[in-house]
Every structure is written in structure tokens, then in C-alpha cells.
């Protein structure tokens, strides 16, 4: 038999035993009705249709003679994931985290028959991450991620759905209940430590650093600022993220910019309309204009200015920072600066912090952008001195 094709359709064939019209879809006979007549085309399409949502993949049987391997399911899972967890064009960091979970549970249980995992062999599972040093949220959460494999394989008729509805009773790891370590709180970082790291910091990464504080926003926001999304208009400005974490959800995101901000922001958004504010490459031209200008070597001798610059680096700088960068640039800056190693995500925290106990808990839930009050408790620290002078006076 002859290899189909990739993207070929296979056709429809007139079986003369029987009468009727047959394709073969991954090796299995589908009958579509009596050969000729209109019913048996629609359900030739149907049958196709079907097969190609399904990735090519055979129909479960079940008996589950046909039920692919866990290897299989995971390929397909991902290749799905790859395609569905995406924004602005790219794959999310979702698609990294499944690809971790599904890579787990093939290494133990890879070749056995995706309708052989259940409930016990995810809980083994749950075991090995925790051998591997994840903490509790990162265990769950992934556990989470490997069910939703299998129910997305029983959508797609890969997976039978007891199997799914099986791995759905497993629940997650209780803290104190189990051997998994707990993650550390992220806590606010004190304005010593930022103060330290921001001398050690290139201009345009010490200015995001800067308004990210000011304006607890994320770090994913504070490398997208663009001169055409901020509203300057008013005594508070107003900056719309053209993307932002909840954006999927139809959800809006305004990030207010007051005066102290405004001055850190001012000077970038003299610039094009659509051009990011916080441009890597304009921080390494001025950073070689920095080292020209020191420069002791006469003009004359040694290398000239550009001359020694490669023409295909193999690493240009983007038009724009990303989180991993900034945080990069942050983390050496306090090494150099001999200051606790702190991440951007902690400037939220101490926006949050700063504001709760300023404003109250419904204000910092605004100016963060949260939908419930319970995730602003996560970012804000708990103000003890509060409770406590609440105390003196009523306990």
C-alpha cells in the first residue's frame, strides 16, 4: 500500500461485497452508506473531518485495542498546546510548563496505553515531582495540567472518558499533609536594596525599575510601554497595554501614571508612536558613546569607533526588553551592588504594600488591576502594626 501523503485526503471507495462506500482512515474502515448516493459523500465527509480533528489519529475502540501510548498522547497534546497558547504570535510560557508536566509522566509511564493512567499512577507521579524538588503550587498545578491532557484527549476521541473522569478525583496536595517543601512568600523588596541596585543599573533599565515602582505594575507591562498607548492627556495619565495577562479574558488594563512618573516617562515618549519607550538597542548605543567619550587612546592609534563591532552578532539587541532581560539585567546589578538578589515581580509587591496601607485594600485592588481582593492579599504584606495598635486598644 502506497504512503499517503502529508495533507492528502484519503478518497472514497466503492466496497462490491457489501455495496457500499468505504475510506480507510489510519488503517481503520469506516462505511459511509450505499456507494453513489448523497448520504454516503456527507458521511465521507463527516468521517474525515472527524479524523483530521483528531490530529489523524485512530478512533478509540472500546475494547481499547487502539488507544495510542502515553508518548503519543503527549506529542499530540503539545503540538495542540503549541498552537492554542499564544499571544501576539508567540507561544506562551504555558507551553514550556506542559511540556515539563508531559515529559514526567513519559519518562515512567511512556510506552504503556494512555487508558492504563489512572488515579494511582498520577499520584506516583505527584511522588517523582516531589523527588525532583518542585514545591507544592508547582506540583498541583501541574497535576492540573496532566488531567487537562486527558481531557483535551477526550474531546479530540483519543482517550476513553472514564480515564479522564477517573484522574478528575485525584486531588490536589494539602500543605501540611505532604512531604512536598512549600514555596518562599515573594516578599516587597525594601527601598535600600533598590536604591543600591539602581546605581549599578543602564540608564533605561534603572527607569523602568523606576515606574514600575512608582506604578506597580507588571513586569510584562513596564517592557511594552509604547508612546501610542499612553494617554497624557489629564493631571494623571493613562497607559492601556496593547497586551496584558488577562487580555484573553476581555478584560481591560489601565496602568494610571502620576507626576512622579510622568517625569520618569517623559523623556521616551519622544519618540515614534509605535515604537517601544524601553529600546535595549538605543541603551547599547549610548552605552558606546559612554565608553568612546572616556576613551584615553588617541583617535589615531588602536581601534577606531565601530571597527571592532560585529557585522552579524549572533545575538542583536531587540527592539524591546523582555521579562526575562530586564529581570537578567536587575539580578546582575544587585550582585555587582552586594545587595540581596531580588526579581521585578517584587516592585509590584511593594507598590501593593505601599498602597494598601496607605489607601486601603479596595484601593490597592484597583490600582493593581485585580479582579478579587483575595489576589491582592497575595501581593500585599499584611500591615501588623495596624493590628496591633487595634489591639491595644480593644484587647
Known sequence: MARLKHGSVPGIRHHKPTGKAVVTLSGQDFYCGTWGTKTALAEYDRRVAEWFARGRRPVVQDDGQVELTLVELGAAYKKFAKTYYRKNGKATNEVTTIVRAVQVVC????????????????????????QLGWCRMQINKQSGRIVRMFRWGVKQELVRPDVAAALREVGGLHKGRTEARESAP????????IQATLHHLPPIV????????????RPEEVCLVRPYDVDTIGEVWAYRPH???TSHHGRERVIFIGPKGQDVLRPYLLRDKQAYCFDPSE???????????????????GNGPGTNV??????APRDRYDTWSYGRAIRRAAKLAEVETWSPNRLRHSAATEIRKRFGLEAAQVA???AAADVTQIYAERDMTKAAAIMAQVG
Open 283 to 301: 541603551g547599547e548605543r549610548k552605552r558606546r558613546q559612554a565608553a568612546h567619550d572616556a576613551r584615553v587612546t588617541p583617535i589615531t592609534s
Open 107 to 130: 519518562e515512567m509511564y511512556g510506552r504503556e496505553s494512555a487508558g492504563s493512567f489512572g488515579p494511582l499512577r498520577l499520584q506516583a507521579v505527584q511522588q517523582r515531582m516531589m
Open 368 to 370: 493593581l488591576g485585580h
Open 310 to 315: 560585529k557585522t552579524k552578532p549572533k545575538r
Open 243 to 245: 497586551s496584558h495577562k
Open 206 to 217: 534603572a527607569d523602568m525599575v523606576r515606574l514600575q515602582r512608582l506604578t506597580g505594575c
Open 186 to 193: 515573594v516578599l516587597p523588596v525594601d527601598e535600600g536594596t
